[in-house]
């Protein structure tokens, strides 16, 4: 299992990001996949959960209404579009996937939001 997330970077309050996770090794269109994010000095937060199918999507209530997650099956990438950002949701961001009852994570993708 594979992961890689990219897509982050500056950017200033009010702003948007996309970030994108391309997963291999597993097959991509059976599984969940989550988005976590990491702020120095917290844990590991959980952001958004879509289905398999992308039908579904849950999201922290932090996030609820500025961020929305989506995948594409065929391209076996799950993404996960940030709006309004704020200074607080400055973090590195994962992307995760549950296989058999073993979790495998991306490298990670920093996303900074300050003026």
């Known amino acids: 299992v594979q992961l890689v997330e990219s897509g982050g970077g500056l950017v200033q309050p009010g702003g948007s990001l996309r970030l994108s996770c391309a997963a291999s090794?597993?097959?991509?269109?059976?599984?969940?996949m989550r988005w976590y994010r990491q702020a120095p000095g917290k844990e590991r937060e959980l952001v958004a959960i879509?289905?398999?199918?992308?039908?579904?999507?849950n999201y922290a209530d932090s996030v609820k209404g500025r961020f929305t997650s989506s995948r594409d099956n065929a391209k076996n990438t799950v993404y996960l579009q940030m709006n309004s950002l704020k200074p607080e949701d400055t973090a590195v961001y994962y992307c995760?996937?549950?296989?058999?009852?073993?979790?495998?994570w991306g490298q990670g993708t920093q996303v900074t939001v300050s003026s």
């Open positions: 995760n996937v549950r296989v058999f009852r073993a979790d495998y």
């Open positions: 879509i289905t398999s199918a992308g039908g579904s999507t």
């Open positions: 090794g597993f097959t991509f269109s059976s599984y969940a």
